[in-house]
C-alpha cells in the first residue's frame, strides 16, 4: 500500500510540475511572439520565422523561472492534497508532513539534476541557433563584437572609414597580440598597427610597443613607438557586458571547457557567477518545495485557495528581487559572483528549516 501512495504522490506531483510549465511555456510564447513579430515586420522573413524563434528562446526563459515554476506547482499539489483530503489519508497511512515534503522535495532536487545534464545543452543550442538566426536579418551590423576560437574581434565605424581589431587573448582590462586594421571608406586598406599589449579601460585605448605600418600608393612605410593612444567606441566594460549572456553555453559546457572559455577572453567572474547559478539550481529548486510546504501544510481545513495563490506571487515576487539584490551586490564587489549565486539559497534555506520543524510538529 505504501508503494501505491508513494507512486501517486509522485505522478501527481509531477502531472502539476509538467501542467504549471505548459501555463508558463503558453504565456511566454505568446508575448515574445509579439516581440518577434514586431522586429520581423518590416524585413523579408518567411511567415512562421517569428514562431520558430519563439520557440527555440522560450524553453531558455522556462528554466531560469523554474524555481518559481517549482514554487507554484508545489503550492498547487500541497492545496489539492489538503482540500481533497487525501493528506489526511496520506497521514492514516504514515506519512507524516515531514516524510510527504522530503519525497516531493527530493524529487524537485532531482529534477533540477536532469535540467542541467540533460535539458540545458539542449536549450543552450537552441538559443544559439536562436541568436545566429536572429543575427542574420539584423540591420545594425555597422557595429560588431565577436569573440571565437581566433580571439576578439571588433568591427566599427570611424570618421575615416571603417577599423577591423583582432586580439588573442583578453586578460581583464589588457588585450593581447592585438591588430587594428584602418580602411577607408571604399575598405582599402590605409594602416595596420601591431601592438604587445593594450590597455582598454577606457575608450582611449593605450597601445604599447607598436609597429605601425602605412599603405600609400603601392609603397609600406613601417614604423616604431612605445605607446600610441587610439579613441575607439568600446571599452572593458562595454566589451565584457557583450559576453554576459551565458544562456548560449550549458553547465556542461562551462564544466568541461571553463579555461577554454577564459582563454576565449570571457570573464572568470562571470564564468563563475554562471557555474555557482547552475550548481544553486536543485538547491534552490528543493527549497522552495519547502517553502510551499510550510505555507500549506500547516492544517488540514479546507480553505480559500485565491488567498494562497496572492501570497504566492507576492513570495516569488520578493525572492524575484532579492536575487536581483545579492547580484547587484556582486556585481558591485560588495560580495563576489560565486557568493551572489548561492545567498538566496543560503537565506531562503535558513527560513524553510525553521518552518519545516513547525509543520513537522503538526
Known amino acids: 500500500m505504501n508503494k501505491v501512495l508513494f507512486n501517486y504522490l509522485l505522478f501527481s506531483y509531477f502531472k502539476t510540475i509538467l501542467k504549471t510549465v505548459s501555463i508558463f511555456f503558453c504565456f511566454g510564447l505568446i508575448l515574445n511572439l509579439f516581440e518577434e513579430m514586431e522586429f520581423f515586420k518590416n524585413l523579408d522573413a518567411p511567415i512562421f520565422m517569428p514562431l520558430m524563434l519563439t520557440s527555440l528562446y522560450v524553453p531558455s526563459v522556462i528554466i531560469r523561472l523554474l524555481p518559481f515554476i517549482i514554487f507554484i506547482s508545489s503550492l498547487w499539489h500541497f492545496l489539492q492534497l489538503r482540500n481533497s483530503k487525501e493528506l489526511l489519508t496520506l497521514k492514516i497511512f504514515g506519512y507524516s508532513n515531514f516524510k510527504i515534503f522530503f519525497i516531493l522535495a527530493t524529487s524537485s532536487f532531482i529534477i533540477g539534476w536532469l535540467v542541467l545534464f540533460v535539458i540545458n545543452p539542449i536549450t543552450s543550442k537552441m538559443i544559439k541557433y536562436y541568436e545566429q538566426t536572429k543575427s542574420q536579418y539584423s540591420r545594425d551590423i555597422d557595429h560588431l563584437v565577436s569573440i571565437n576560437k ?50 582598454v579601460s577606457k575608450n582611449e585605448w593605450i597601445l604599447f610597443k607598436v609597429k605601425i605600418s602605412k599603405f600609400e600608393k603601392g609603397l609600406v ?142
Not at 173 to 181: H, R
Not at 190 to 196: G, N, Q, R, T, Y
Not at 268 to 291: C, E, G, H, V
Not at 320 to 338: C, E, H, M, P, V
Request: hydrophobic share 45%; net charge neutral; proline share 1%.
Open 221 to 362: 612605410q613601417e614604423s616604431f613607438v612605445d605607446k600610441k593612444l587610439i579613441v575607439s567606441q568600446y571599452d572593458y566594460q562595454k566589451i565584457s557586458s557583450l559576453f554576459r549572456n551565458f544562456d548560449t553555453m550549458s553547465f556542461l559546457d562551462i564544466l568541461l571547457d571553463y579555461k577554454k572559455f577564459q582563454n576565449q577572453g570571457y570573464s572568470k567572474r562571470y564564468l563563475d557567477q554562471n557555474l555557482n547559478s547552475f550548481l544553486s539550481l536543485p538547491f534552490f529548486l528543493f527549497i522552495m518545495t519547502a517553502l510551499a510546504s510550510i505555507l500549506t501544510m500547516n492544517t488540514l481545513k479546507k480553505s480559500n485557495n485565491f488567498t494562497y495563490i496572492i501570497v504566492g506571487l507576492i513570495v516569488c515576487v520578493a525572492i524575484y528581487y532579492f536575487k536581483d539584490l545579492s547580484l547587484a551586490l556582486g556585481q558591485t564587489n560588495r560580495i563576489s559572483l560565486s557568493l551572489a549565486a548561492w545567498v538566496p539559497v543560503f537565506v531562503v534555506g535558513l527560513f524553510s528549516s525553521i518552518g519545516i520543524l513547525q509543520i513537522n510538529e503538526k
Open 150 to 199: 581566433n580571439g576578439l574581434w571588433i568591427k566599427e565605424n570611424t570618421e575615416y572609414g571603417h577599423r577591423i581589431i583582432s586580439a588573442d587573448k583578453t586578460r581583464n582590462e589588457i588585450l593581447e597580440n592585438i591588430t587594428i586594421f584602418n580602411l577607408d571608406e571604399n575598405y582599402n586598406l590605409v594602416k595596420k598597427i601591431h601592438s604587445e599589449t593594450a590597455d
